[in-house]
């Protein structure tokens, strides 16, 4: 800390400020594969219009967060469109602009170390695992829906989001799971029936749903990539030289000393 010259107002060193940036960040759990994922790098053509609206409705968030009340968003859409990316870049940024604290947690791991906690005792959960989960500022429940809703997933998560709708604290959703089926035809789950009616219907209030649409952005990156044919057809191109260089080694000539020292002499 040190006062600001010619007031008696106190303020954090910047040295602090970065030292305790840095402490937020590591406290957030982000995956290592998404550490560097930002509203910047999140790449969207002229065309890909719900792409553009899952940014500004990201970019929302970041400039109204000390107004918005806890209203977060649910990103939904196909794999690989960039929900994860999305939700990590808003935790990331509100550690940096506001110095959150944040959580980042893929709700099946999360489903998971509750239940290793299990104590049969006292018959509860160990809140050493969920009171983070229900205090952090802001959360990121990442995949929400993927795992099997037994009566316990579905009460467990009502528990987490309820506590957290009660309190207008602010959580980001990502999920495979649509709200609607695409047609009539459609017998695919939607996200009503993975995570129930009541939970739903919480989420329709506590956040904004975002549909993403659009390619797989792994898939799109390993096409552009070169392939292994590229490869293995460069490997082709040399491979006659190194051969000639095997083949020279192994030539008849040296093979038959005598003809060869015959041909040194
Ligand atoms: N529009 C984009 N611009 C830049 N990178 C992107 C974009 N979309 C996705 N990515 C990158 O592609 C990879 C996959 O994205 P991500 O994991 O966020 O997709 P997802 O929608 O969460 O997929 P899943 O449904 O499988 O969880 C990540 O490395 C992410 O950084
Ligand atoms: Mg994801």
Known sequence: MHVLPGSNVA????CQTLDQRQRLFRAAHIPPRYQHCTLQDYKAADAETSKWIAKAEAQRILDDYLVIDGRGLVFTGA???GKTHLAVAILRELIERYQAHGLF?????????IQDSYNPVS?????KVLQPVFDAEVLV???LGASKPTDWVRDTMMQ???TRYNDKRLTIFTTNYLDTRKNEKDIGEILEDRIG???????YEMCKTVVIE?????KAMANARPTWRGGTSLLFQKQPIRLWAVRSCHSPARLLPGRWRHSER
């Open 11 to 14: 303020q954090r060193c910047a």
């Open 214 to 218: 659009g390619e797989d952005y792994r």
């Open 197 to 203: 009616t009541a939970l739903r219907s919480r989420l």
């Open 123 to 127: 018959q509860t959960s160990e809140l």
């Open 141 to 143: 429940l990442d995949e």
């Open 160 to 162: 987490i989001i309820n």
């Open 79 to 81: 794999v690989g469109v």
């Open 105 to 113: 947690y893929q709700f099946g791991a999360l489903l998971r170390q």
